[in-house]
């Protein structure tokens, strides 16, 4: 008899509120939905692109995506996602394509719930 174990990865998400705070402050209730919209559609292309870059093992390429997408998840306040995505970096930089496929899809499962949360927050605020 064998048996199967599923795996469940279960990490807090985090995210810096005060951050989000402050960007609906300094830029107003519309800008700022209309900035976390554009950012969260841009995350989506950088992902796609990392995507991309990752399956063709373009190392270059993703340590540079791989940074936009933290740069700009630091900028809204998706610690988390920042944080993943500084892993993905650092696994491309190592050349292991273990450690790339590892993170990729630690780096996606933050992702999803990131932008779940992200949209959330724009759907109560609109």
């Not at 402050?25 to 969260?40: H, N, P």
């Not at 190392?59 to 306040?77: E, F, K, M």
């Amino acid at each position: 008899m064998s048996s199967v174990v599923v795996m469940r990865q279960k990490e807090p998400l985090k995210l810096d509120s005060e951050r989000l705070a402050d960007m609906f402050v300094e830029l107003g209730e519309a800008r700022a939905t209309d900035l976390i919209a554009l950012s969260l559609s841009r995350l989506e292309q950088l992902m796609a692109a990392l995507e991309l870059a990752g399956g063709q093992m373009r190392r270059g390429d993703c340590i540079d995506l791989a940074g936009q997408v933290a740069a700009l998840a630091d900028a809204l306040g998706m610690t988390s996602l920042g944080q993943a995505a500084r892993g993905m970096a650092r696994a491309a930089a190592s050349g292991d394509p273990v450690a790339l496929a590892a993170t990729w899809a630690r780096l996606v499962r933050v992702a999803r719930r990131s932008h779940r949360i992200a949209a959330e927050l724009q759907h109560r605020s609109g």
